[in-house]
Antibody, heavy 123, light 108 residues
Framework: EVHLLASGGRLVQPGESLRLSCAVS????????MSWVRQAPGKGLEWVSS????????YYADSVKGRFTISRDNSKNTLFLQVDRLRDDDTALYFC????????????????WGQGTTVTVSS | DIQLTQSPSYVYASVGDRVTITCRAS??????LHWYLQKPGKAPELLIY???NLQSGVPSRFSGSGSGTDFTLTISSVQPEDFATYYCQQSYSAVMFTFGQGTKVQIK
């Protein structure tokens, strides 16, 4: 069974950093692109970042470009999101999601999602 | 950037009703348009991929259509478990993979 488990979220102050993790099991991790999607309280889904299966190509939303860094360790079946210079509007539930091919573009959607980890930015 | 606009933002329906939700892209996304369902407190689930393909395990009352810039998600006969929020998402772009703002299907 495919399973994604996100962790690392907590309460932080503006300007601080966090590293979110997503441990996966049940599929050949390196064969698939992975993504982070967030949802602010009471709001809709916002795509944040994606990464090719090899880890060689990254994609970022304008709202996080330059502050967030996506990466993966294919030997440990783990996806990461380094979030720096956090702002109040980064407060959200962060989901990790599995892509349906090795590239996130022109694929068949995000077919498996983790339960999310909550990041709260507040002074 | 490709923007996705869903309409309506809210749908009020009774069990058994036919429900249609539209998603319009600001430029062509070919058929790389996907639909998700999200129930309160849960992670989203993929319903339809590449405009019209039913994800494995999704009931056949769900269907999708469209190409280019205009897309439709239809629930032929709404069931109690379908009252949730629905999102479209595009993966046509070379750099960003945006979501629509969501459509909440509520009990009338």
């Amino acid at each position: 069974e495919v399973h994604l488990l996100a962790s690392g979220g907590r309460l932080v102050q503006p300007g601080e950093s966090l590293r979110l993790s997503c441990a996966v099991s049940g599929f050949s991790f390196s064969d698939y692109a992975m993504s982070w999607v967030r949802q602010a309280p009471g709001k809709g889904l916002e795509w944040v970042s994606s990464l090719s299966g090899s880890g060689g190509t990254t994609y970022y939303a304008d709202s996080v470009k330059g502050r967030f860094t996506i990466s993966r360790d294919n030997s440990k079946n783990t996806l990461f999101l380094q979030v720096d210079r956090l702002r109040d509007d980064d407060t959200a539930l962060y989901f990790c999601a599995k892509g349906s091919s090795s590239w996130p573009n022109r694929d068949n959607g995000l077919d498996v999602w983790g339960q999310g980890t909550t990041v709260t930015v507040s002074s | 950037d490709i923007q996705l606009t869903q309409s309506p933002s809210y749908v009020y329906a009774s069990v058994g009703d036919r429900v249609t939700i539209t998603c319009r892209a600001s430029q062509t996304v070919s058929n790389f348009l996907h639909w998700y369902l999200q129930k309160p407190g849960k992670a989203p689930e993929l319903l339809i991929y590449t405009a019209s393909n039913l994800q494995s395990g999704v009931p056949s009352r769900f269907s999708g259509s469209g190409s280019g810039t205009d897309f439709t998600l239809t629930i032929s006969s709404v069931q109690p478990e379908d009252f949730a929020t629905y999102y479209c998402q595009q993966s046509y772009s070379a750099v960003m993979f945006t979501f629509g703002q969501g459509t909440k299907v509520q009990i009338k």
